[in-house]
């Protein structure tokens, strides 16, 4: 009579094992389909950051780029304002030498033979006109349409008087470049070149002259002994 009572605690026994497979079977199951998400979502994060590490690394180039470029334009302005300030100066350096033509208000002197006189304008003569008008002020001065500067000797020739490298012939016209009121003043004082040049029987005129052109200084510096110096 205890074949009914094992028979079913047989069959409660198959029930519990077959839920119990069911239920290992679900979570292995569960288990799988949560694990692949996860390991995803991992993949992803890192993908993520290597591109975020891309992404930083390109800002950082282009802002080391854009830097130099600054740079770049920055060193460019100042050469072109270097060269600008040099251009400048060497203008300035250029009329200083008398190596550019020049223009502005001044005054003209005429030196030459009186007629009938035997006098005629020697080499001294125009370095004492000349001398007076670069201490009165003087900035360029030119004689019959030569340049010549404050260093320029003038020796006698045989037809005239020789000066950079050109020889004149009388009359002789200087036009100097400055204040024409004081160069006339220093010209015309008591005792001074004009009276002296009148004395010997020269004849010199003086006019003032609103605009003056002169050439420029023609004729090359050479220098047989001077060279530069060097620091000690």
């Known amino acids: 009579m205890r074949y009914p009572s094992q028979l079913g605690s047989a069959l409660l026994l198959v029930?519990?094992?077959?839920?119990?497979?069911v239920q290992v079977r679900a979570g292995r199951a569960l288990t799988a389909g949560a694990s692949l998400p996860s390991q995803r979502v991992e993949d992803l994060t890192v993908l993520l950051r290597r591109q975020q590490e891309a992404d930083r690394m390109l800002r950082d180039e282009v802002a080391s780029l854009a830097a130099k470029l600054a740079a770049y334009r920055a060193a460019e302005a100042r050469g072109r304002s270097v060269a600008l300030e040099m251009q400048q100066e060497l203008a300035g350096l250029r009329v200083q030498l008398g190596l550019t033509r020049v223009r502005g208000p001044g005054l003209v002197v005429v030196v030459a033979a009186a007629p009938g006189r035997l006098a005629v304008p020697q080499a001294q003569d125009l370095s004492s006109v000349l001398n007076e008008l670069w201490a009165a002020g003087a900035e360029a001065a030119a004689v019959n349409g030569v340049r010549v500067l404050a260093t320029t000797g003038f020796v006698p020739?045989?037809?005239?008087?020789?000066?950079?490298?050109?020889?004149?012939?009388?009359?002789y016209t200087i036009a100097a470049?400055?204040?024409?009121?004081?160069?006339?003043?220093?010209?015309?004082v008591r005792g001074g070149p004009v009276d002296g040049l009148r004395g010997v029987g020269l004849a010199v005129t003086l006019a003032a002259r609103p605009d003056l052109v002169l050439p420029a200084y023609a004729t090359p510096a050479g220098f047989r002994f001077a060279r530069p110096a060097t620091p000690p």
Do not use: C, H, Q
Not at 15 to 21: A, K, P
Not at 157 to 170: C, D, I, K
């Open 15 to 21: 029930l519990m094992g077959f839920l119990i497979v």
């Open 157 to 171: 020739a045989a037809e005239g008087v020789r000066a950079g490298g050109r020889t004149l012939r009388g009359p």
């Open 177 to 188: 470049i400055g204040d024409a009121a004081a160069m006339e003043g220093a010209l015309l």
